[in-house]
């Protein structure tokens, strides 16, 4: 029997982060198998995926390494309860994984997503400070226009009002720093000459709130969901530093930027800093399986290390933490970097990715700003570009691009008025060629320069 993939989907699933009226006019693309950062649909027509699968797809789809140690470890243990118990690939995956992290990170708190693991920090931060004779500390801090997961406390920490705003009415009273915004910034400073001017917003807040706070969360460096927006590693050093002075956590959601996504194993290495959690996911298991880890200093470990009466321990479970399967995919990812052919390529196509871009998007009369760190890319599109005036978000404009640029077999995913490519690190000049081409000429059907 021939099945219409399209109608069954429609009639059975509801997509995430989708209005599903649109389907109506571009109905769901029925992926049936992919390889390195290609996609093929049921009727084999190619989709080059720049956006990583929503930015977990590490090494490029069925990856032979990853496949390998996943279909080894499927033959051995699927999975067992995590209390009590434990399994060699996810002890191994720890032990490998310390070496590769900020010094001090040492104790490893699996969840199976990366909403769950900020969920997991704020949980530990909160804990630790009332165990630790800090009682008044219960509040959290977190920048403007910061995405950090779709669960009630990550939508709290969050700050995008496409994901928020219905929901402000059950969600937590946080305490909210104006971010960096180098784009639009209002010190008149580029990211030549600034000295993160900015930082006034977060210490002001800190004066006010620091000593009834127990975290602050922020994604470094990189703010995805608020448009790829980029800051400097100066900031994170000196929000290291007042959170030494405040005694607040500092709570660093790796989940998108980890794994060389921005050019070095961790955006905190930017900055030569380490976080008293870090939250890590997508990446870790290449886009392979549903995994996450909130990692946490033996400081913060040792306040809930007490005989069981005392009632201290973290009272946290999820039904697939430190799930076998989910960890031999990251061993398979960490085999694959310890050979550093990854590293030694992104050296040469980085520069290379965004020269390309710049030659080819700059001079639009649309584009405003065009930002990068390692592999990503993101062109802001803008109504006036003296005054850096915003397209109404009503008009969909990277919407219309992304369509568009479907039809050429390009999967773009544009945040608002704003595109962007985060291919798998393995990507190829010769595909940065084509996905550029075709994000420029569909820019230009949409807008014309």
């Not at 490893?108 to 004779?133: L, P, R, T």
């Not at 969050?158 to 720093?177: N, Q």
């Not at 697939?320 to 995919?329: D, E, F, K």
């Not at 960490?334 to 040469?348: A, C, M, S």
């Amino acid at each position: 029997m021939l099945i219409d993939w399209q109608k069954e989907d429609l009639n059975h699933i509801w997509h995430p982060c989708s209005q599903m009226k649109d389907y109506e006019e571009l109905a769901p693309i029925v992926i049936e198998r992919g390889e390195g950062i290609n996609l093929y649909d049921v009727n084999g027509k190619c989709y080059k995926d720049v956006v990583s699968s929503w930015w977990c797809n590490l090494l490029g789809h069925c990856n032979p390494i990853i496949s390998k140690r996943l279909k080894e470890q499927a033959d051995k243990l699927e999975h067992v309860i995590f209390a009590n118990f434990s399994n060699k690939a996810v002890i191994e995956l720890c032990m490998r994984l310390k070496k590769l992290l900020p010094n001090g990170l040492a104790k490893f708190n699996f969840a199976d997503n990366g909403s769950s693991s900020i969920e997991m920090a704020m949980k530990i931060s909160f804990q630790y400070f009332q165990q630790a004779g800090f009682p008044q500390k219960k509040r959290f801090m977190a920048l403007t226009d910061a995405y950090h997961g779709e669960t009630i406390s990550a939508l709290s920490i969050g700050d995008c009002d496409l994901y928020t705003k219905i929901y402000k009415p059950i969600l937590m009273d946080v305490v909210r720093i104006k971010a960096p915004d180098c784009y639009r910034c209002p010190f008149n400073k580029t990211r030549d000459n600034c000295q993160c001017e900015c930082f006034c917003h977060c210490e002001e807040q800190f004066k006010k709130y620091g000593n009834e706070t127990a975290a602050i969360l922020v994604e470094p460096l990189l703010q995805g969901s608020a448009g790829m927006k980029i800051y400097p590693a100066l900031y994170l050093k000196k929000l290291r530093k007042i959170c030494d002075k405040y005694n607040v956590h500092l709570i660093l959601d790796e989940i998108a930027t980890g794994f060389y996504r921005t050019g070095k194993m961790f955006a905190a290495n930017h900055a030569d800093i380490t976080p008293d959690i870090m939250c890590i996911s997508k990446g870790l298991t290449g886009g392979y399986m549903p995994m996450a880890i909130a990692i946490t200093t033996d400081k913060i470990y040792d306040a809930f290390y007490d005989d069981y009466n005392t009632h201290k321990a973290f009272m946290h479970s999820h039904t697939y933490s430190g799930n076998p399967l989910g960890a031999s995919c990251a061993l398979g990812v960490l085999d694959i970097l310890k050979t550093g052919t990854i590293q030694k390529h992104l050296k040469e196509v980085t520069p290379y990715f965004n020269n390309l871009i710049k030659e080819k998007f700059l001079n639009h009369k649309n584009v405003g700003e065009i930002r990068s760190i390692g592999l990503i890319n993101a062109i802001e599109l803008v109504k006036n570009k003296n005054t850096k005036e915003p397209f109404e978000s009503s008009l969909r404009i990277g919407y219309q691009i992304y369509k568009k640029a479907l039809e050429k077999g390009v999967l773009l995913r544009p945040l608002g008025n704003v595109i962007y490519f985060n291919p798998p690190l393995i990507i190829k000049k010769e595909d940065m060629d084509f996905v550029v081409k075709i994000a420029f000429e569909c820019l230009n059907e949409i807008l014309p320069n």
